[in-house]
């Protein structure tokens, strides 16, 4: 009876391991066969910034092709740089002209902040911010380096590459009444980084495009572009940047 059993289960093993060998075997030269557990050694592609619908062990194939990268939270800042640099992450303190939702679509709804106060009241204001990017003998290369790169890429092509106004957008008459930097010399940095900020004229913000502390570097190179003898021997007042960051207390 034993023998029996044992002889039985030694041809049932064989028939099993002899149909499992045919069924893994295919015509497609290319094709691995049946394989098990194969996500545990080639693991699937995943597209970036994709929502394949997996939440809590539940499919959503409504959300399978859809974007899954949200805006981060109003004010968020991000977790790099040195400590020096953080308050240039910080949000800028000043707000945009009231007129800014008419003349350059900046809505409260989208996290802009706008002033209650008429006329160029916070343009004025700017005035006083000085750059918190100091130059210096060691780092002046880089910062016009970096500056002439974030320059080229957002400015070059209305203010041209040597800030005189005739850019390629300009010459192509898309544009006009581009200012020439060199007769602009008169306008403080904080005036200068506000326009960029929120945008002035034909010009529209550049705050979703560079942070603040690229622009306070597109700040020097234009600097650069408006006096011949602009650098590191150039005296300069340096100002932090004097945002108010009010800490909720929990009783």
Not at 113 to 131: P, Q
């Amino acid at each position: 009876m034993k023998k029996n059993f044992k002889a039985i289960s030694t041809k049932a093993l064989a028939l099993t391991f002899g149909i499992g060998t045919l069924f893994s075997c295919v015509s497609d030269k290319d094709s691995p066969g049946l394989e098990w557990m194969p996500d545990m050694y080639r693991s699937p592609a995943v597209e970036t910034y994709v929502d394949y619908g997996w939440v809590k062990e539940e499919v959503n194939p409504e959300a399978v092709m859809k974007q899954s990268a949200k805006h981060p939270p109003l004010a968020t800042i991000p977790y790099q740089g040195k400590v020096e640099d953080l308050e240039m992450y910080l949000p800028y303190h000043r707000k945009a002209s009231s007129f800014a939702a008419v003349t350059h679509g900046l809505q409260e709804k989208d996290g802009w902040r706008l002033t209650t106060e008429e006329g160029d009241a916070e343009y004025n204001a700017a005035a006083a911010d000085k750059n918190p990017i100091q130059l210096t003998e060691d780092n002046q290369k880089s910062i016009f380096s970096d500056g002439k790169e974030l320059y080229e890429i957002n400015c070059a092509h209305c203010h041209g590459e040597d800030g005189d106004g005739k850019g390629s957008m300009v010459q192509s008459g898309a544009y006009a009444g581009v200012p020439d930097y060199s007769n602009l010399k008169d306008l403080p940095d904080g005036q200068l980084f506000y326009s960029i900020y929120y945008g002035k004229g034909m010009m529209g913000a550049h705050a979703p495009l560079l942070n603040k502390k690229e622009i306070w570097t597109v700040v020097h190179y234009i600097n650069k572009l408006r006096f011949e003898d602009y650098g590191a021997a150039t005296p300069q007042k340096v100002e932090t940047d004097t945002t108010v960051v009010v800490e909720d207390t929990v009783q």
